[in-house]
């Protein structure tokens, strides 16, 4: 059974780091990509950033601005969200989703998604 499992989220204030981590199971090679999403209140689902778990290839969205980083452990069939500088306006609900192969961009439909975890920027 594929699964996807996100945890890091959390309090934190302004300009805080959060890593948050996602954990695959079930899935029987690296060839599949994740790609980190969130959701604010009231808003409509983003991308954040994504990777290719094989070449290790990434996209990101333009408001990651370097603030956030995306890496994998293909050892560990692991993708974190390193956030650092955060703000109020990053609370969300960040979830991590995983699609076959490497497209090159993060927009489209992902076949398994986690159950997402808060993250809170506040003071």
């Known amino acids: 059974q594929l699964q996807l499992v996100e945890s890091g989220g959390g309090l934190v204030q302004p300009g805080g780091s959060l890593r948050l981590s996602c954990a695959a199971s079930?899935?029987?090679?690296?060839?599949?990509?994740i790609g980190w999403f969130r959701q604010a209140p009231g808003k409509e689902r983003e991308e954040v950033s994504c990777?290719?778990?094989?070449?290790?290839?990434?996209h990101e969205a333009d408001f990651v601005q370097g603030r956030f980083t995306i890496s994998k452990d293909s050892a560990k069939n692991t993708a974190y969200l390193q956030m650092n500088s955060l703000r109020p306006e990053d609370t969300a609900v960040y979830y991590c989703?995983?699609?076959?192969?490497?497209?090159?961009?993060?927009?489209?439909?992902?076949?398994?998604w986690g159950q997402g975890t808060q993250v809170t920027v506040s003071s």
């Open positions: 990777i290719s778990m094989s070449g290790g290839s990434i």
């Open positions: 989703a995983a699609r076959d192969l490497w497209w090159g961009y993060c927009a489209g439909a992902y076949e398994i």
């Open positions: 079930g899935f029987t090679s690296d060839y599949y990509t």
